[in-house]
T-cell receptor, first 112, second 114 residues
């Protein structure tokens, strides 16, 4: 079946540091890939997505590239801010499948 | 657009009590979902619906029931609450964009069973 493996947290960085959160996946078909963010006390919000190989999703300074050869969708940001502190979830939906498979989430804390 | 709304925000139940968590979306999405999120864990799918009158089980359906009489509403019913159902519950909805289903989430209901 489908699965998503995320980098274990928590991750603590200083403001303006470079961020990478690793995500790899297993899927039977040709999935779409997503990163969701959950700020404290809130629901999940879609951060970015990619629907085919070599697509790059980007939003709010975050980027992730769909790498079919390594089955990965790593999240990156060049310079993090305190306001980026949140839990980040990698997810996939297999081709034509209405359900999402989530990773376990990575808690990110940014220190001023 | 309010998006996906959930009520209540918080609730404390005693063991054996029942309650219904409400979920409404105003985006005319056919697909709706219920998840639970346990502390420090990812999301687990409880039930989902592909349209009014159609529901199906997810990974962890035991102890829950759902109904979908309209496109907008997807209530989740807990019968005979147990401490293991202490969790944060999220409702979501989606509509296909090509072959991809981007889900929109509500703010959640935090439930404690004591």
């Amino acid at each position: 079946g489908d699965s998503v493996t995320q980098m274990e947290g928590p991750v603590t960085l200083s403001e303006e540091a470079f961020l990478t959160i690793n995500c790899t996946y297993t899927a039977t078909g040709y999935p779409s890939l997503f990163w969701y963010v959950q700020y404290p006390g809130e629901g999940l919000q879609l951060l970015l997505k990619a629907t085919k190989a070599d697509d790059k999703g980007s939003n709010k300074g975050f980027e992730a590239t769909y790498r079919k050869e390594t089955t990965s969708f790593h999240l990156e940001k060049g310079s993090v801010q305190v306001s980026d502190s949140a839990v980040y979830f990698c997810a996939l939906s297999d081709y034509g499948n209405e359900k999402l498979t989530f990773g376990t989430g990575t808690r990110l804390t940014i220190i001023p | 657009n309010a998006g996906v709304t959930q009520t209540p925000k918080f609730r404390i139940l005693k063991i054996g009590q029942s309650m219904t968590l409400q979920c409404t979306q105003d985006m005319n999405h056919n697909y709706m979902y219920w998840y639970r999120q346990d502390p420090g864990m990812g999301l687990k799918l409880i039930y989902y619906s592909v349209g009014a009158g159609i529901t199906d089980k997810g990974e962890v359906p035991n102890g829950y029931n759902v109904s979908r009489s309209t496109t907008e509403d997807f209530p989740l019913r807990l019968e005979l609450a147990a401490p293991s159902q202490t969790s944060v519950y999220f409702c979501a909805s989606s509509s296909p964009t090509g072959y991809s289903y981007e889900q929109y989430f509500g703010p959640g209901t935090r439930l404690t069973v004591t």
